[in-house]
């Protein structure tokens, strides 16, 4: 099984910070084991859809802004605007998304030369950095996602998660926008 690909990173570390045992409530434990196997799918999805279409999955420059702007930013809006979050802090997530990419960026790119649509295995090495350059960024921001984790929110999340709409239709089509803006490189 292999760690989550850039396009869900967001979810990833939102998932992680959700299973920080007693300072959550109950439905908020129960969310990574929901839907990891919905990540899963989302992550070799997103894989076969990019390398298909000709993308070549990098670290660094114009292909960190795309995946946020394409895939991490809409996704971090449809999650939040169906789960009731105010537009203020819907902001303040995007703000962090968008600091999230920039430490991947800038502590992961050693693997900037690695096609991963060729060597697959290697992504394991970058999604643990990622996954640990974005827990470290939101972590750091614990006040403003606090509000992510309460279990009146979390129970949204589960309801909204368990639809069908964000994995079959919302994050598949900013997956199509990426390659499609992809392609045009």
Not at 29 to 36: L, N, R, S, T
Not at 91 to 118: G, K, P, W, Y
Not at 128 to 141: E, W
């Amino acid at each position: 099984m292999y760690l989550k690909p850039p396009t869900i990173l967001s979810l990833v570390a939102f998932f992680s910070i959700t299973s920080a045992g007693d300072v959550v409530g109950p439905t908020c434990q129960k969310i990574p084991d929901a839907f990891g196997p919905k990540l899963d799918a989302a992550y070799d999805n997103y894989y076969k859809t990019i390398c298909s279409h000709g993308c070549k999955p990098i670290v660094g420059g114009k292909y960190t802004s795309l995946v946020s702007e394409t895939i991490l930013k809409p996704a971090v809006k449809t999650i939040s605007v169906n789960i009731g979050i105010d537009q203020n802090r819907i902001e303040t997530f995007l703000r962090i998304t968008d600091e999230s990419m920039q430490a991947v960026e800038q502590h992961c790119s050693d693997l900037a030369s690695t096609d991963f649509c060729q060597d697959t295995g290697a992504f394991t090495e970058y999604a643990s950095c990622a996954k640990g350059q974005i827990f470290t960024v939101i972590t750091s921001h614990a006040l403003d996602v606090a509000p992510l984790v309460s279990e009146k929110v979390c129970q949204k999340e589960m309801e909204y998660f368990e639809k069908p709409d964000f994995w079959n239709t919302a994050l598949p089509s900013y997956v199509t926008d990426f390659w499609s803006v992809c392609e045009t490189w």
